[in-house]
Nanobody, 123 residues
């Protein structure tokens, strides 16, 4: 079992920045793909970004150029740096882990999930 704990969410004004962290513990593997998803009220959970063990990153079009995913394998931690935040970025952000080396934008391909952290962007 893998346990994921997110932190770093909060309230920020439009144009501001936040950095989310996700600490993994348990039967982790540095080869796992790590991803961030988000879910706004009344909406489905959507892909934000993912990163492979080797550092290859994938981003949703809506966050490209503003969000950066990174990972520290030694610390079993993945980060999401969010800049130029917009009110439409408001959502609960979830960290997820996928066994295997191939990335995916499909939430159903991820095996473990954190409890989520709220990000609210005011206009």
């Amino acid at each position: 079992q893998v346990h994921l704990v997110e932190s770093g969410g909060g309230l920020v004004q439009a144009g501001g920045s936040l950095r989310l962290s996700c600490a993994a513990s348990g039967r982790t593997s540095s080869s796992d793909v790590m991803g961030w998803f988000r879910q706004a009220p009344g909406s489905e959970r959507e892909f934000v970004a993912a990163i492979t063990w080797g550092g290859t990153t994938y981003n949703a079009v809506s966050v490209k150029g503003r969000f950066t995913i990174s990972r520290d394998n030694a610390k079993n931690t993945v980060y999401l740096q969010m800049n130029s935040l917009k009110p439409e970025d408001t959502a609960v952000y979830y960290c997820a882990a996928r066994r295997g080396i191939y990335s995916s934008r499909n939430r159903n391909d991820y095996d473990y999930w954190g409890q989520g952290t709220q990000v609210t962007v005011s206009s």
